[in-house]
């Protein structure tokens, strides 16, 4: 949840919020010298000020206030007058660009409006603060604080939550920041989006009587009953609904006032009265939904549309390209390739219906259009669209479907439909933007892949492509394509060599709170993680045969260091201290790794999911690598109580795969039979497996893949390519020919061609590495190999991959360059020569039982 709090803040990297440059929009108290007698501290773009001699409490009730940027200045001023003369502890953002960010479209519901925290220490103090507060702002607007309960009419909002750091585990098996509840334990601190008092806590009578006051003041009467909501941003929600007094079915979109800002700071109401004018210009096409009414519920505005039945083109793209499942033949891409036309005819027939009533759409992209039941296409979102006499450059776009030399007039929706057409056959688009010649690439493959007319992959070149004068970086030279390994045995030492200087690069050791970008999870305490952070790269390079760079032992200086200071690590394998024991023991760090490991004594793990990747399953191998074999086999009969029914541990009830479902605890058991030579073990292990096959089935005959709702997962964290492995970890300690069968079935299904995401846990990668695992060198891996390339951008003059949703790269492990990087050696190379090392800890056949040496 932490996580959610920083934002992207760089063009290549996802970033603390923190990072973004700020200079010259500061507030003028952040830089004001600190009080006599405060401590003064800042942390994630906050500024903090407490009184040296004034306890603070654990919990209680703070207070947030809430401003638009032209009174931000005046509320931080205010605020900070007050509470320096009271002796009230309280932070405040330290500039109007973060502001801005906070309150943008792409930020999270939960923060937004939060300009200052007030942190009264005592019931009493909370009274008089928002009393005298009150009196000082009255009047002044601000984004709704959704997660409070509003005090008065002004700006201020109340909650009651944590005053410092703590975590705990929650129901779904997250580690999220706590509060203590009744008797001291600690239970989830929520921060959602409806203000909530926890049970045990009894509101003072004067807030009491506020929260009753809000019920009897709850909107109602609204004419429209929400169905399912289709999509949320911090500006508001898409919904879909029916009018209670007629029946008919409706879309709704929704406004918040001050919230969801764009780049010239418009909010989404003002977007909301543009996308009606423009809604009411184009009245009457087919291709645009039918504008019935604009309502204003409570603070909200909504403009009632008309249902367009069917689904996305997004969707319907991931339901029909045949490219994502395995095996598809030469009917399937032509089957494929006429759908595609048709549907590309018919928006570029919509689009130009839009320009002859002289409106630009702005945003094209497959999210923004609906294909009907019958194939018909009908544009939606129309908030960015704009009269084609303007001079207008659209302040929001999406990635991959906008160019910054096609940003006015009709070149818009030139470029977008350019892209929305590659994007039926590559949906890579968003990498579009890091690469300049990347378009090339993609149409290219689009041409080889699919039986489309030569002209129309000339057409996209030539409308993708950037003007000749538009400039090229001086690291913008493309690398050689033809060098990236295409086929298993090709030689690909430069490629490699590539990916670990980008990788290198990239490093960041004078930071504290990431060695390497990655994931934006390793801001929420995760930066030595093996997933996300330091220790996922470190072993990457490790097992690669990249660690002989003179920095590398400066980096492995770092992580040891990351190790002491997290103050609320997790304890698990890929999220926390048990993988970066892992790490550090197979760097040669022995000392530090058992102190690591032995962090994880100070963590309440009665609430811990079974999960490999943060659970009980994890940390069990951990333990048991280490030597620690009552301790792992402890925490394996807690899990062979729930697997035999005795219970149920925290996590997502339909947990399934490698990462979060049973196969992480069958693979545990399958170690501990190792270990200990108890058949019981291999039993448990069976159990295990059998609950994760039973969500599997069979898309086509000879291939088993995880049934998830309409789709097939063959991944490695959440499909089948990790079941695989663990059944091949099972079947090597005990001869089991049907579990053998369906690994071998597993192992046939692993040929999907194209996914979206190039990850080693969630992507390419992973089947790569799956494959090469269970099928041993050969021509399965080629595939992989090849999709590997499609996905390659350049960084720096070096190779590199991006996260899931190619919005941002990505160095780490589980998501980006250093799992590539990990599982094309061991395509090309084969396993680690020396036998002390595991490309993925575990997942191999042998049991090591004490620290390396």
């Not at 010298?33 to 001699?53: F, M, Q």
């Not at 990990?822 to 042998?846: I, K, M, Q, T």
Request: with cysteine; proline share 7%.
């Amino acid at each position: 949840m932490l996580a959610q709090a920083h934002l992207i803040a760089d063009d290549c990297f996802v970033d603390a919020l923190d990072r973004i440059d700020d200079t010259g929009q500061r507030f003028a108290r952040t830089g004001s010298p600190t009080p006599s007698g405060w401590v003064r501290t800042e942390r994630g773009g906050w500024v903090a000020l407490h009184p040296d001699d004034v306890p603070l409490p654990r919990q209680g009730w703070k207070i947030h206030a809430s401003a638009t940027a032209d009174r931000a200045e005046h509320v931080v001023d205010t605020v900070w007058d007050y509470c320096t003369r009271r002796s009230v502890s309280f932070k405040f953002l330290r500039s109007t660009v973060l502001l801005h960010h906070m309150n943008s479209k792409q930020a999270p519901r939960s923060a937004s409006g939060k300009l200052v925290t007030i942190y009264p220490a005592d019931e009493q103090e909370l009274e008089r603060t928002l009393t005298g507060l009150t009196e000082l702002l009255g009047g002044i607007e601000g984004p709704y604080v959704l997660s409070d309960l509003r005090w008065e009419d002004g700006p201020l909002y109340v909650r009651y939550g944590g005053f410092h750091l703590a975590y705990c585990f929650a129901p779904d098996g997250a580690y999220v920041p706590a509060i203590e509840g009744p008797d001291g334990v600690l239970l989830p601190d929520v921060r959602g989006t409806s203000f909530r008092v926890p049970p045990w806590v009894e509101p003072p009578g004067f807030l009491a009587a506020r929260i009753e006051a809000s019920k009897a003041a709850a909107p109602g009467g609204f004419p429209y009953r929400v169905e399912k909501a289709l999509h949320f941003s911090n500006g508001g929600g898409v919904y879909r609904a029916v009018e209670k007094s007629t029946g008919r079915r409706v879309v709704l979109r929704e406004a918040r006032p001050h919230a969801g800002l764009d780049d010239r700071d418009a909010d989404a109401v003002a977007r909301l009265a543009h996308e009606q004018g423009m809604l009411e210009r184009l009245a009457g096409l087919d291709c645009v939904p039918a504008l019935y009414a604009h309502v204003r519920h409570w603070e909200h505005h909504f403009l009632v549309e008309e249902l367009i039945e069917g689904e996305t083109l997004q969707e319907a793209v991931g339901r029909r390209h045949p490219l994502f499942r395995d095996g598809a033949d030469e009917a399937d891409l032509a089957a494929y390739t006429l759908w595609a036309q048709g549907v590309i005819g018919r928006v570029e027939e919509a689009v130009a219906e839009l320009h002859a009533r002289g409106v630009v759409f702005g945003d094209l992209q497959p999210g923004n259009i609906m294909v009907r039941p019958d194939d018909s296409v009908c544009l939606v979102d129309f908030e960015t669209a704009f009269e084609d006499a303007e001079d207008h450059r659209p302040s929001l776009g999406t990635p991959g479907f906008t160019a910054r030399w096609a940003r006015s007039g009709r070149s818009v929706d030139t470029y977008g439909l350019a892209a929305v057409s590659l994007a039926l056959f590559c949906p890579l688009t968003p990498l579009l933007r890091f690469d300049r010649d990347k378009y090339a690439q993609l149409t290219d493959w689009t041409r080889r892949r699919f039986p489309v007319p030569p002209e129309f992959t000339a057409r996209l070149r030539e409308q993708l492509a950037p003007p000749p004068h538009w400039p090229r970086a001086d690291d913008d030279t493309p690398p050689d394509a033809s060098r990236w390994p295409q086929e298993p045995g090709a030689d690909g030492r430069a490629a490699l060599d590539s990916l670990a200087e980008a990788i290198r690069l990239s490093a960041t050791p004078e930071r504290e709170d990431r060695l390497f970008p990655g994931d934006v999870r390793q801001f929420d305490h995760q930066g030595a993680s093996l997933a996300f952070g330091a220790a996922g790269v470190l072993h990457a390079l490790l097992i690669s045969g990249y660690a002989d760079d003179p920095a590398f032992e400066g980096y492995v200086d770092w992580l040891a260091r990351s190790a002491e200071r997290t103050r609320w690590p997790r304890p698990g394998l890929y999220d926390g201290l048990a993988g970066v024991a892992y790490v550090l023991a197979e760097l040669g760090r022995t000392a530090e790794a058992r102190a690591a490991l032995d962090r994880i004594d100070g963590i309440g793990l009665e609430q811990c999911g079974a999960g490999l990747f943060g659970g009980l399953a994890g940390i069990g191998l951990a333990r048991l690598h280490f030597g620690d074999v009552d301790a792992a086999q402890a925490l394996g009969e807690r899990l062979a109580r729930v697997v035999t029914g005795g219970g149920r541990l925290p996590g997502p009830a339909d947990a399934v795969g490698l990462t979060h479902g049973w196969s992480g605890p069958a693979l545990l058991f399958t170690h501990l039979h190792a270990a200990t030579d108890n058949d019981r073990w291999l039993r448990l292990a069976e159990t295990a497996l059998a609950r994760d096959l039973g969500r599997c089935g069979a898309p086509r005959e000879g291939r088993v893949q995880v049934r998830d709702g309409q789709r097939w997962l063959s991944t490695l964290d959440r499909g089948s390519a990790g079941i695989g492995l663990v059944l091949d970890a099972y079947v090597r300690r005990t001869d089991d020919p049907y579990f053998a069968r369906v690994r071998d079935r597993i192992r046939d299904g692993l040929g999907t061609e194209l996914l979206l995401s190039p990850g080693l846990l969630d992507g390419q990668a992973g089947l790569l590495h799956a494959t090469a695992h269970l099928a041993g060198p050969g021509s399965a891996l080629a595939p992989h190999l090849r999709g590997l390339g499609l996905h390659c951008v350049r960084h720096q003059g070096r190779r590199a991959f991006a996260l899931d949703g190619l919005l941002r790269l990505s160095m780490d492990l589980a998501t980006g360059t250093a799992g590539v990087l990990l599982a094309v050696h061991g395509a090309l190379n084969g396993p680690p020569a020396d036998s002390r090392y595991a490309a993925l800890p575990f997942l191999e056949a042998r049991v090591p039982v004490g620290v390396p040496t």
